[in-house]
């Protein structure tokens, strides 16, 4: 099988998702459960809890308009409400914990162990009403999905399922929209605490 080199853009969006587990940005995560194939768009499907993601989880996970506005909508929550990180917190060397050759699924179970280990950013997640399983899955689902669309790849790895590559391509614009919305919020956010 040939492996599809990720796009320059990738992992610094994937970088940013980290940061924002360490309270930087509180923008962690997106929610939304894994469905089910046959499952209706937007209906849940129970999810295991404990161990690690699986790739059927995130194979079968399907994004709709409505669960991409709604995690838009408690990103944007919690990146108002987020703490700054502390000073030194960041140095960039996670930035390479999920690379061009990961999976979505291990980049959402490192994304999930990032967000556990942070009690402020479980917190926020919980308070918008979201799951951070979930908020794993559909982040990284979102973000690989939106990666493929925008490189017009069909060469997908085993746990992106061409329908959300299908959704990412015909919704480019809207998410883009909803990206610039939040880095702009997290912009000023971070300026409103003088950088941090």
């Known amino acids: 099988m040939t492996r599809s080199r990720t796009p320059l853009h990738v992992p610094l969006v994937i970088a940013t998702l980290i940061a924002c587990s360490k309270g930087e940005h509180a923008a962690a995560g997106d929610s939304v459960a894994a469905q089910s194939p046959a499952a209706a768009p937007g209906a849940a ?3 295991p ?7 059927a989880e995130v194979r079968n996970y399907r994004l709709t308009l409505e669960n991409v506005r709604a995690m838009h909508r408690a990103e944007m929550e ?3 409400t987020a703490k700054p990180a502390e000073s030194g917190d960041d140095d960039g060397s996670d930035a390479g914990d999920i690379e061009n050759d990961a999976t979505t699924t291990s980049g959402a ?7 556990q280990q942070d009690p402020a950013v479980m ?3 919980r308070k918008t009403g979201q799951d951070p399983r979930k908020v794993a899955i559909h982040t990284m689902v979102a973000a690989m999905s939106s990666m493929f669309a925008a ?5 997908l790895p085993p746990d992106i399922a061409p329908e959300n590559v299908a959704f990412a391509k015909a919704n480019m614009a809207e998410l883009q929209r909803m990206q610039k919305e939040r ?11 003088g950088g941090r």
């Open 151 to 155: 490189a017009n790849s069909s060469d």
């Open 49 to 55: 809890q404990g161990g690690p993601i699986t790739q």
């Open 123 to 125: 917190d926020a997640i």
């Open 183 to 193: 880095e702009a919020l997290m912009d000023s956010v971070k300026a409103a605490r």
């Open 109 to 115: 179970n490192e994304m999930l162990r990032k967000m």
């Open 78 to 80: 919690w990146a108002r």
């Open 45 to 47: 499907a129970a999810a």
